[in-house]
Nanobody
Framework: QVQLVESGGGLVQAGDSLRLSCVVS????????MGWFRQAPGKEREFVAG????????YYVDSVKGRFTISRDNAKNTVFLQMNSLKPEDTAVYYC????????????????????WGQGTQVTVSS
């Protein structure tokens, strides 16, 4: 059973930075494409960033390009989301997600492409 545990959320002011981490249990982390999603109250879950199992393919939603960076450390079974220049509209619960893939370049961008999810971590950005 694969388990994902996020950490790093919090309450910050606009313009501040946060770094989210997601640790994945198991010995085959490098076989999984990873993604970060977020969900604000009353809204659907939204793709934020994704990385292929090799880290060579990375995608971002347009609203975070240039501010957020996704990275992974396969030796530590961890995927990160560095969030800079945070805005109030970034306020949401952030989830990491995993899907096993044979394709080194595959990166899912829809929630239904992932089958393992963390419990979420709250990010609140005040103006």
């Amino acid at each position: 059973q694969v388990q994902l545990v996020e950490s790093g959320g919090g309450l910050v002011q606009a313009g501040d930075s946060l770094r989210l981490s997601c640790v994945v249990s198991g010995r085959t982390f490098s076989s999984y494409a990873m993604g970060w999603f977020r969900q604000a109250p009353g809204k659907e879950r939204e793709f934020v960033a994704g990385t292929s199992r090799s880290g060579s393919s990375i995608y971002y939603v347009d609203s975070v390009k240039g501010r957020f960076t996704i990275s992974r450390d396969n030796a530590k079974n961890t995927v990160f989301l560095q969030m800079n220049s945070l805005k109030p509209e970034d306020t949401a619960v952030y989830y990491c997600a995993a899907v096993k893939s044979d394709d080194y370049y595959y990166t899912g961008r829809r929630p239904d492409e992932y089958n393992y999810w963390g419990q979420g971590t709250q990010v609140t950005v005040s103006s």
